[in-house]
């Protein structure tokens, strides 16, 4: 079956500093890959996508890229704020051919910006 | 409202109550899904609705029975349940067919304790 595996943390980190969090996949055909990130006491909000390899899903700030060959996504920021603590969800949706496909997520990165 | 809302914020059951998650999507789409966020497990799918029919089950228990009365809301009905069943419980949801970004917008959730 499908598995998202990322770093765990806390990863800790100074205001300012570049700040990588590895995701690596396991799927069948072409996933759709996502970074979600969620802040203390709320729901789960999206933060980008990539649909194909080679795709870059940028927000914020944040980068990743789809790497097929290295069945990688991993999310890069180059400063990191204050503001930027939370914990960080690598997910992927495959696609049953059904309809809607729930998505399997990785078990989050915790980060902690300190000022 | 906008997005997805979910009602109670916080619940606190017995193991022999019964009470009912509520969910509320204002966004048009047509797939609902209810995903349960453990301390110590990564997300996990429970259940997927797609133009209001049920597309899958995770091999939840049934103990957990689901509604989805129309594709603006979506119901988890709660009964007899377990202190491990204790977690944030996630509703979702997405607009599915050709053409159409698969993006999937999250609730707040609702926080579950059962004693």
């Known amino acids: 079956g499908d598995s998202v595996t990322q770093m765990e943390g806390p990863v800790t980190l100074s205001e300012e500093a570049f700040l990588t969090i590895n995701c690596t996949y396991t799927?069948?055909?072409?996933?759709?890959l996502f970074w979600y990130v969620q802040y203390p006491g709320e729901g789960l909000q999206l933060l980008l996508k990539?649909?194909?390899?080679?795709d870059k899903g940028s927000n914020k700030g944040f980068e990743a890229t789809y790497r097929k060959e290295t069945t990688s996504f991993h999310l890069e920021k180059g400063s990191v704020q204050v503001s930027d603590s939370a914990v960080y969800f690598c997910a992927l949706r495959s696609y049953s051919g059904g309809g809607a496909d729930g998505l399997t997520f990785g078990k989050g990165t915790h980060l902690i910006i300190q000022p | 409202e906008t997005g997805v809302t979910q009602t109670p914020r916080h619940l606190v059951m017995g193991m022999t109550n019964k009470k009912s998650l509520k969910c509320e999507q204002h966004l048009g789409h047509n797939a609902m899904y209810w995903y349960k966020q453990s301390a110590k497990k990564p997300l996990e799918l429970m259940f997927v609705?797609?133009?209001?029919?049920?597309?899958e089950n995770n091999s939840v228990p049934s103990r957990f029975s689901p509604e989805c009365p129309n594709s603006s809301h979506l119901f988890l009905h709660l009964h007899t349940l377990q202190p491990e069943d204790s977690a944030l419980y996630l509703c979702?949801?997405?607009?599915?067919?050709?053409?159409?970004?698969?993006?999937?917008?999250f609730g707040p959730g609702t926080r579950l304790t059962v004693l």
């Open positions: 799927a069948t055909g072409y996933p759709s």
């Open positions: 990539a649909t194909k390899a080679d």
């Open positions: 609705y797609n133009f209001k029919e049920q597309t």
């Open positions: 979702a949801s997405s607009q599915e067919g050709r053409g159409v970004t698969d993006t999937q917008y």
